[in-house]
Each structure stands twice: as C-alpha cells, then as structure tokens.
C-alpha cells in the first residue's frame, strides 16, 4: 500500500491477496466501479489485508494515451521532436552542462562561477554573496547614466518573464516567482553591461571597478560560463535604454574582441541576410570565433591519417602559417612541388583559455541546442596536430599560437585534456585531411626536405654550399680558358 501506513503487531501476519482481472480494449465501455478495494482488519495476534480488484474494473483512458505516446516516441522524426521542445520557449534555451561532463575533477574551477554570477542556476550561493554589493553598485551607475527610472527598466523585463522564464531548466527556477526573477534579471543585466561598459572604455569612465583588481580576471571568465547566461533579450531590453541603436550591438562586439584577441573583420559586402540574433555572450563568442561560413569540405568519415603532429607535417614539407581571417572554419592546406602551407586560425592560449574552450564544448554538446560542433571539431583537429611541446613551439614560430599560459608544455597539456573523453567527429575537415595526408604519402618530398634540413639547416651550412658551387664555376671557367685561351 503506497497510501497512509498503519503500524500492526508484528507477531504474525496473514495476506491473502484475490485477483481476478477482466482485460478489456482501450476505449471499450464497462459497467460499475472503477476502485481498486484494501480491506485490512487489525486483531490484537494476526493482521489480515484482502486486496480485490474487481472484475469489471474499466481501464483508464490514460493508458490508451501513454501507449499511443510510446508508439510516437519512436517512430517520430528526432530532429522534429527537438524542434518541439525547443518551439515551448520564445528565446532560445539556456542549457546546463551535460551530465557527460559533470564528472571531471576540476568540474567547479571549470564550469562554474568563482565571483560574478549571472541568472538563477548559481544565484545565492554563498561563495558569491559578496559580489551582490558590487553588482547593486554597477546596477545604480547603469540605471543613472541611461537617464530612465529603474520601474521603468523593471517593467519592460516584467512584461517578458513568462517567455525569459522557459530559457531555464524549470527545475533550476520553480523556486523563483516571476518578479523575484524579473528582479534578478535586471539587477545581473544591468551590472554585466555596465562593467563591460567599463571594460570597453579602458577604465575611462567613472564609477568603473579596477580592471587590475584580482576578482576582475575571474568576472571576465564568469561571463563566459554556460550555465552563467542571461538570454540575450534581456540586455537588448536594457541596451534600448541607454545606447543608440547603432552603438548597442558595437559595444558587446568589442567587449567580445577584446577579451579574445580576435582581429577586426573588414569587409566592404553587406550580409546577404540579417544574422539571427544570438542566445546568449557564450553563443555571440562562439560565432565570431567560428566567422561566416565556410567551404570546408566534409567526408564520410572512412579516410585514415596516417600523420600525428606538427614535427612530423614539418619533417614532410608542411610549414605553417596563419590565416587572415581568424576564423576557426578558415583551415586550408596548399601543395606545392616539394613543399605544402596549413593555414590556421591565429589563436591565443591564456589562463581563461581551458575554462572557455570547455563551456564552448558543452554548449554544443546539449541536446538542447540544435548547433553543430564546429568548436569542439577545431579543438579536436589542432588536438591532433599538438601531441609534444616541440609541436607548439613550431606553432609559436609561425605566429599560428600565442602563448600567455607559461610553458610550451603546458599548452600541450592543456589541449590534451580538454579532449579527453571527447568523440571526435571524423568528417571534420575532410578535405584538408586528405590533401595533407596524399602530400604526407609523398616520399619524394620528404627526401627533399630531410636532405634540405640535413644539408642547409643553418646559415653557415648553407654559406658553405654557395662557397663550393662558386669555386666549382671558377674552376670550370680556367679549365675552359686553358683549353680555349683568348685569341684563338
């Protein structure tokens, strides 16, 4: 019995249990009850419970639906059933971190915010009180420079909750009432933009935190934490209030550049079409590193690279060079007579870096958001090409890789990691696989390039070579002249 519990003696207990059972057919009609009867009598020495479900029992209409719900769970379309659950929120979803990911060591240091939290997934944890004051402080210079009543900014969060609300797991937020959310809203998006305000004008404006300050490194990785989003309704909301219009989108772009390294794109063609607007900074981040689309070929999977990494695509011919584009889709390869060029996106390796490239990953791994894995292909792809710390000390001398973290072997460590545990997609950059792999198979530009490095791996080597060809064509040059004086 699942219902209220009695507690009998215990000296002896007696169930006798009669059942008989009339199946009928979904939706046939069926006379008297539908009960399911306990009938249990307490004497002082036995205990004895009849349990009887009556024959002329009527199945529920509920069973017909759950099983009509499992024959559907089935035979539907996937990619139309994610569709479906994606269609019950207005904005985008914001994910949590997949369970596959929740189990690393450094989990805490890796996903989740160390001072600056941003939505109700790690709202009042008490490691993050003391950012509270600090937020309400960048809240009031916000709401003072944008010259509107902070009613004002409230209501128009307010009038969206219901929709803002189903970005997050309902889990995560049941416990919030909408104007505790909306509040919640307006208090971490006020103060995101305006410390990115801060951020972007150098430390010009007033009323700005220390840039240098300790907690000012962690916030900057905070913002970027999967499960630290606000939907990015919630700052155009807020951006309407204080900036010009063409000026809202410009400064979330250079606060984007300016904490990656990335290289302003020039480019003199309009958009072909408006760009959708992003979900969240992680998903703005995540399409200006990967640039526009680009023709990177795609395979079936079934090719083998043979080659490891830079030493041994360097001992083959291959140098490397970096792309102008900055994009992590712009990978290209060229190959010459005796000599092939990989041009790769210029990256920067620094302390946030591991933290980034993780929560890059998880977004795209969620079931919830229905993007490709185009980040964790480039991670796995320079993975391949990073095995020692001879690899990114090549990659460092061609200005590819950047290193602010410490060591070459750190680097090398760092790539190593992130991608343990990771299914590699192997149709991936296909095409620049297989023209490395065909020049890599071509044992005539190894000789070439082995007898160069052997031959004229310095200066001096190479002095040497152009001395003994110079007194050669002195030597052929008097022969000639002996045989052949002047005059004759």
Known sequence: MAGNREDFPKEEVEVHASMKIVRKECGQPSKGSDHQFAIASKQPDTVRIDIRVEDNAKPTGS???????????????????????????????????????????????????????VGPYHHHKPQLKPAEMLKRQLTKHFIQDSGQGIEVLYKKIELEIPDLRNCYKNSAIKKYSNEDLAWMMLVDGCSLLHYIHCFTSGGEMKDCPPNKDQNAVFIQQDLFLLENQLPFRVLELLLESRFKEDERMKLIENFIRQMTGL??????????????????????????????????????????????????????????????????????????????????????????????????????????????????????????????????????????????????????????????????????????????????????????????????????????????????????????????????
Request: net charge positive; proline share 5%; glycine share 6%.
């Open 63 to 117: 069973s017909c639906s759950s099983m009509e719900e499992r024959f559907k769970s089935v035979m539907i379309n996937p990619e139309d059933s994610k569709r479906s659950q994606l269609s019950e929120s207005k904005w985008p979803r914001i994910p949590k971190v997949p369970q596959m990911l929740r189990g690393s060591k450094d989990f805490k240091k890796r996903f989740e915010p160390r001072v600056f939290s």
């Open 263 to 488: 290289p302003v794109r020039k480019t003199d063609k309009k958009p072909e079409k408006k760009e959708e607007k992003p979900s969240h900074l992680l998903d703005l981040l995540r399409r200006r590193l990967l640039g526009d689309k680009r023709g990177n070929k795609r395979g079936d999977g079934k090719g083998w690279n043979s080659f490891r990494n830079v030493n041994e695509l360097k001992a083959a011919g291959i140098t490397f060079k970096p792309n102008n584009s900055g994009s992590l889709r712009d990978i290209s390869f060229n190959s010459y007579l005796f000599h092939g060029v990989l041009k790769l996106p210029e990256i920067i390796i620094d302390d946030s870096s591991k933290s980034r490239f993780l929560n890059l990953i998880a977004y795209e791994m969620s079931s919830e958001v229905p993007i490709d894995s185009e980040v964790t292909s480039y991670i796995c792809f320079l993975d391949s090409l990073i095995d020692y710390p001879e690899d990114v000390k090549e990659l460092r001398r061609r200005d590819v890789l950047r290193n602010f973290l410490g060591s070459d072997e750190e680097v090398a460590t760092l790539f190593n990691e992130i991608t343990t545990d990771l299914v590699l997609d192997f149709d991936a950059y296909e095409g620049v696989k297989h023209q490395i792999q065909r020049h890599y198979n071509n044992r005539v530009s190894t000789w070439m390039t082995e007898g160069l490095h052997d031959h004229f791996g310095s200066p001096w080597t190479f002095l040497a070579f152009v001395g003994a060809l110079l007194a050669l064509f002195l030597s052929a040059v008097q022969t000639w002249c002996t045989v052949f004086p002047p005059g004759t």
